[in-house]
């Protein structure tokens, strides 16, 4: 069973742009969620999608958005990028009722 | 507003010794405790969880113990080996969410010598 797949692995954005990544579940699981780690920081919530709906949101301004697709599959938009939106980017898959969350392997964002 | 500490953010231990990582939490509201393992460049790796009805739980080397009245839980790797060196995160989650929502610490990175 493939594990969770994150594009691209890597971006380089310039402060103002905007910049979209995807993420495509496990086979199976419905819940999506996503994460932003910097350095010191842990792992900060951003939101979760579960059948194309937003259940949770975390404490993120507007500029972060995401949405999930029929197939599961979800995307995380930044507009107006800010030198302090430079951070790996996680994106977790889980079955429905199971707090356990399998993670890919991240998009690392670099903002100039 | 941290609702999970890790106040150690390193730890170094022999290999064959007892690897032992703490975590504190301040929501009482949270049931559910999970420990990941992060290497460079890989995203989380799930490795145990505790129920809070539960006080232990074990899966080979590793053992996470809960204690609700001092909202404190700790991992336990016994023996550590030079392969568990990573950066190790607990995480917490309230059924009162609908799903899909972790509350991270800050991380423990752990360097286990040979």
């Known amino acids: 069973k493939a594990g969770v797949t994150q594009t691209p692995r890597y971006l380089i954005k310039t402060r103002g742009q905007q910049v979209t990544l995807s993420c495509s579940p496990i086979?199976?699981?419905?819940?999506v969620s996503w994460y932003q780690q910097t350095p010191g920081q842990g792992l900060q919530f951003l939101f979760e999608?579960?059948?194309?709906?937003?259940?949770n949101k975390g404490n993120f301004p507007g500029r972060f958005s995401g949405r999930q697709f029929s197939n599961s599959r979800s995307e995380m938009n930044v507009s107006t990028l800010e030198l302090g939106d430079s951070a790996l980017y996680l994106c977790?898959?889980?079955?429905?009722?199971?707090?356990?969350?399998?993670f890919g392997a991240g998009t690392r964002l670099s903002v100039l | 507003d941290q609702q999970v500490k890790q106040n150690s953010p390193s730890l170094s231990v022999q290999e064959g010794r007892i690897s032992i990582l703490n975590c504190d939490y301040t929501?009482?509201?949270?049931?559910?405790f999970l420990w990941y393992k992060k290497y460079p460049a890989e995203g989380p790796t799930f490795l145990i969880s505790?129920?809070?009805?539960?006080d232990k739980n074990e899966d080979g080397r590793f053992t996470v113990f809960l204690n609700k009245s001092a909202k404190h839980l700790s991992l336990h790797i016994v023996p550590s080996q030079p392969g568990d060196s990573a950066v190790y995160f607990c995480?917490?989650?309230?059924?009162?969410?609908?799903?899909?929502?972790?509350?991270f610490g800050q991380g423990t990175e752990l360097s286990v010598k040979p």
């Open positions: 505790i129920s809070s009805i539960k």
């Open positions: 977790a898959s889980s079955i429905v009722g199971s707090d356990i969350q399998y």
């Open positions: 929501n009482s509201m949270f049931d559910y």
């Open positions: 086979s199976g699981h419905r819940s």
């Open positions: 995480a917490a989650s309230s059924s009162l969410d609908q799903g899909g929502k972790l509350i």
């Open positions: 999608y579960f059948s194309e709906t937003q259940r």
